[in-house]
């Protein structure tokens, strides 16, 4: 599931797919995180997902609000066009 | 057995989900993998985890998605968007997928003795390490969140501005060209200035 959310960051082109991609490999490595946790029954790998959750929650915040202001910017959400970013 | 069903049913769903063109339909392949995902956590014996992934990520994260697809392709095809998604072969691949679902949600609350049944760990345990091996942890996660929530404010205001500015720029150039002069006088005496 990580090498899934790994090639949807590298073959798709919009911004949106990309922070979906970003997503799924956070879950991935959080599944991974309580797999562990249960297989030696301790909470420790449950906390670690819980900071992932928090960290995935403000990633997306401030991903969604670039994207929302590089599409005044620039109508197609391109990721190429990004890297036309000055200042 | 019910494990696996649900691991086959995430990796299919983020398959689809990955190779999806249109982004609302990729949004509905996600959240039946994040549902998938949870039925995964909670056959792993993580009942709280399971509840916080339906809620938090379900919910608010891919509502934050929704509203921000909704607010990108406003008016651009709407009306050919809405008559494209009310075909039935648009959304019976996820309706497939979350039926499944159902079907094992339904199976595990009528036998309640699940076969593959790992160790489960309580909410109790989750807040006793939490608050207390872990508590410079949950002291940067807010710290991170705080952090997230100026930034986006950040971020969103300048967008509001940038558009207030575009906005007086679009109505002086719809103007004559007195108000372009107009504009050309002040920038060159600002430069002269600085």
């Known amino acids: ?49 819980l900071f992932i959750l928090t960290m995935a929650a403000a990633e997306v ?24 970013l000055r200042g | 057995m019910l494990f696996y069903l649900a691991g086959i049913l995430a990796i ?49 994260i891919m509502v934050l998605f929704v509203f921000v697809i909704m607010m990108l392709n406003v008016a651009e095809h709407a009306m050919e968007v809405e008559r494209y998604s009310l075909k039935p072969s648009n959304w019976f ?22 076969s593959f049944r790992a160790a489960t760990v309580t909410p109790k345990q989750i807040g006793i390490a939490l608050f207390g091996n872990f508590w410079i942890g949950v002291e940067l996660a807010s710290l991170l969140l705080t952090a997230g929530l100026v930034g986006a404010y950040h971020l969103g205001r300048q967008a509001f501005a940038k558009e207030e500015t575009k906005h007086a720029a679009d109505t002086n150039t719809a103007r004559p060209d007195t108000g372009r002069d107009l504009v050309h006088a002040g920038a060159g005496r600002t430069h002269n200035a600085a």
């Open chain 1, 1 to 49: 599931m990580f090498t899934l959310g790994l090639a949807g960051l590298i073959t798709r082109r919009n911004l949106i797919f990309t922070l979906m991609s970003i997503e799924i490999m956070l879950n991935a490595s959080g599944l991974a995180f309580i797999a562990a946790g249960s297989r030696w029954g301790q909470p420790d790998g449950q906390i670690m997902f």
């Open chain 1, 61 to 84: 915040a401030i991903g969604l609000a670039f994207v929302l202001l590089f599409h005044r910017k620039q109508p197609e959400l391109d990721v190429d066009a990004a890297s036309k």
């Open chain 2, 12 to 60: 299919v769903a983020t398959l689809m989900a990955v190779t999806r063109r249109h982004a609302v339909h990729a949004l509905l392949y996600l959240i039946v993998s994040l549902l998938a995902v949870a039925i995964d956590f909670y056959t792993l014996g993580a009942p709280f985890i399971a509840a916080l992934e339906i809620m938090i990520y379900a919910g608010a």
């Open chain 2, 93 to 114: 691949g996820p309706a497939l997928l979350a039926f499944i679902l159902l079907g094992e949600l339904v199976y595990c609350t009528l036998t309640s003795t699940s």
